[in-house]
């Protein structure tokens, strides 16, 4: 079975501009999450998708960002407008369930907007 | 501020000795943690977990402590091999929003042949 996929693996945008990156999590997750991480930071939660769910947005560090989820597949996680500081690897994950426990992750995008 | 405080970035060892990494949290509501590994270019991946009804949880070489009442975790993996270097994360939620991982920064743990 395939894990988590993400695309592209990597990124390189100029500043202002819109970037979207995808997410196919594994197939029959419910749950399925966005975190970034930022250089030398720790992974930052961003948006949970569960199911039929309105989603958990309260990461979303800005308007800017913006995450839609068809059903129980893939989710695009959207910048606008990029700025330097959106520059990290954001990381997709999904889970069987909403319940604490584990998380599989995705191997990441890495943006960079210059 | 940071609920989850890993405070050596880095930690070498021999091989065949123990690895010791430690978390720190300071949101008293979590109540359940886990540990994952990462490797460069690769999403993290779980390593072992526990509960905070328990004080240990022993999975093969990887057995993590949890301390309540100092906020303390470690993850000690004995014996250590090369293929265990990589960068571990501690992570912690609440019952609340038992789905929204907090990640501390990270330890860059080295195993040396």
């Known amino acids: 079975g395939a894990g988590v996929s993400q695309s592209p693996s990597n990124k390189v945008t100029e500043k202002g501009k819109d970037v979207e990156l995808r997410c196919d999590p594994i197939?029959?997750?419910?749950?399925l999450y966005w975190y970034r991480q930022r250089l030398g930071q720790g992974l930052e939660f961003l948006i949970y998708?569960?199911?039929?769910?309105?989603?958990?947005k309260s990461g979303l560090p800005s308007d800017r960002f913006s995450a839609e989820r068809t059903g129980e597949s893939v989710s695009t996680l959207t910048i606008q407008r990029t700025q330097q500081e959106d520059s990290a690897v954001y990381l997709c994950?999904?889970?069987?369930?909403?319940?604490?426990?584990?998380?599989?992750f995705g191997p990441g995008t890495r943006l960079t907007v210059l | 501020d940071q609920q989850v405080k890993q405070n050596s970035p880095s930690l070498s060892v021999q091989e065949g000795r123990i690895s010791i990494l430690n978390c720190d949290y300071t949101?008293?509501?979590?109540?359940?943690f886990l540990w994952y590994k990462k490797y460069p270019a690769e999403g993290p991946t779980f390593l072992i977990s526990?509960?905070?009804?328990?004080d240990k949880n022993e999975d093969g070489r990887f057995t993590v402590f949890l301390n309540k009442s100092a906020k303390h975790l470690s993850l000690h993996i004995v014996p250590s091999q090369p293929g265990d270097s990589a960068v571990y994360f501690c992570?912690?939620?609440?019952?609340?929003?038992?789905?929204?991982?907090?990640f501390g920064k990270g330890t860059l743990l080295t195993v040396n042949p």
């Open positions: 998708f569960q199911g039929n769910s309105a989603p958990d």
């Open positions: 526990i509960s905070s009804i328990k």
């Open positions: 994950a999904s889970s069987l369930k909403r319940s604490g426990g584990e998380q599989f």
């Open positions: 197939s029959g997750h419910t749950a």
């Open positions: 949101n008293s509501m979590f109540d359940y």
């Open positions: 992570a912690g939620n609440s019952g609340g929003s038992n789905y929204k991982l907090t």
